[in-house]
């Protein structure tokens, strides 16, 4: 990889793109989601209520929780507050892994903006999770969608998905019983779903069988790992046998995903399998998760210097739009062959636009010359 001097002024710009863009991504219709819920609909409720409040929207909108943040404009709050607002008054779907996302924002924004009614909403969830989610044997939460059962599975989107929320909760209500309940997911997740070979997690494990499916180590569910670990660390206080080891998980990753990474510093979809495309979302999770590991001082600094060679890629397939080129759409489990991976569509995403957001930012934090402000 040749070398890349960072233009903050570039990356403040394209974070704008990305800002610019993101009702537009947010509000799009995903006909073919929408079409296979007319068939699979396991709750049977009005399926116009999972139109915008899924996954998708859910990465998308704690991406730009984090920009609001970041820049305390009230135009960023005021695009999450219109979105939770409208679709309270559409009403919520069904409770599962996926329909949770929406709520770590959620919780954020409820807490930032001492909003009681989006608070109740987000501890009535969170209650359900204690009570009544779907478990697997062990006691792991079992990747139950919108469409699909799954049953005894463990998939590795549910710490971002679902867990994160979880422990939120627990940090904004005191209630520890819910931090130590998130704490044993990662736990039990990690048991299942890392590769020891590798450093590397496969995408998911089911009780029936006892087994990794076709052993994919699929991209963007390795990426919401080198994340989710980051995140809940800057979350959580955890005790340091905890700690430690949720750091030497991290650390066996990020060692990994360095000797996988492209000439061009992008990783595959497949991430040990070149013949599979590059794919953005899980390159800007990747580098994200590294350079906040990295700043929160529990990766090595070398780590940082695949996370930088990743900025150039990422901006090269962002649009004069703001849009994130080279995503990878929603993908299922590949249940018993690795080339399923390598025939999901591309298509633009909220949670590209997010991953890719929460990169520019993380990028913002390295030592700088002379820019203007967002």
């Known amino acids: 990889m040749g070398s890349f001097k960072i233009n903050k002024n ?19 219709t995903d006909s073919k ?33 984090k920009l609001y943040c970041y820049t ?22 069904a409770r599962n892994v996926n329909t949770t996302t929406p709520l ?24 359900w999770m204690m009570q009544s989610f779907p478990r697997t044997r062990g006691g792991g939460f079992q990747h139950m969608t919108s469409d699909t059962v799954n049953d005894q599975e463990l998939w590795d989107d549910t710490l971002f998905m679902a867990v994160l929320f979880l422990a939120n909760m627990g940090r904004i209500l005191k209630r520890q019983e819910y931090i130590e309940e998130a ?11 890392a590769d020891n070979k590798t450093g590397l997690w496969f995408h998911g494990w089911t009780f029936h069988g006892n087994h990794n499916f076709a052993k994919g180590l699929w991209g963007r569910g390795n990426c919401w790992v080198t994340a989710a670990i980051p995140e809940f660390l800057d979350m959580i206080e955890c005790e340091d046998g905890l700690r430690r ?98 025939n999901i569509e591309l298509k633009s995403m909220p949670y590209g636009q997010a991953l890719a957001i929460l990169f ?4 913002l934090k390295e030592e700088d010359t002379d820019v203007k402000p967002l």
């Open 104 to 127: 770590l924002a959620m919780s954020y924004v409820a807490e930032n903006q001492n909003r009681e009614d989006y608070m109740k909403i987000c501890r009535e969830w969170a209650d």
């Open 183 to 193: 704490k044993y997911q990662f736990l039990i997740h990690i048991k299942y779903l």
């Open 33 to 65: 989601f929408l079409e296979g819920m007319e068939n699979r609909n396991l709750a049977g409720d009005d399926i116009n209520r999972y139109k915008f409040w899924e996954w998708t929207q859910g990465v998308g909108l704690f991406g730009f929780w």
């Open 360 to 363: 520019m930012l993380e990028v």
């Open 10 to 28: 570039q990356i403040f710009r394209t974070i704008e793109l990305y800002a610019e863009s993101f009702e537009s991504v947010l509000y799009e």
């Open 245 to 342: 080891y949720l750091i030497e998980t991290l650390a066996c990753q990020a060692e990994a995903l360095k000797k996988y990474q492209t000439a061009n510093g992008m990783w595959h979809t497949l991430v040990d399998d070149p013949k599979s495309y590059v794919e953005a979302s899980a390159t800007c999770g990747f580098a994200y998760g590294i350079l906040k590991g990295v700043h929160m001082g529990i990766l090595d600094p070398s780590d940082k210097v695949c996370a930088i060679n990743a900025v150039k890629p990422i901006l090269d397939l962002t649009d004069e739009q703001g849009i994130l080129h080279q995503v990878s759409y929603g993908t299922p489990m590949g249940r018993s062959d690795k080339e399923f991976y390598k």
């Open 72 to 93: 305390n404009k009230e135009k960023y709050l005021n695009i999450l507050l219109k979105y939770y607002d409208r679709q309270i008054s559409i009403g919520l779907p």
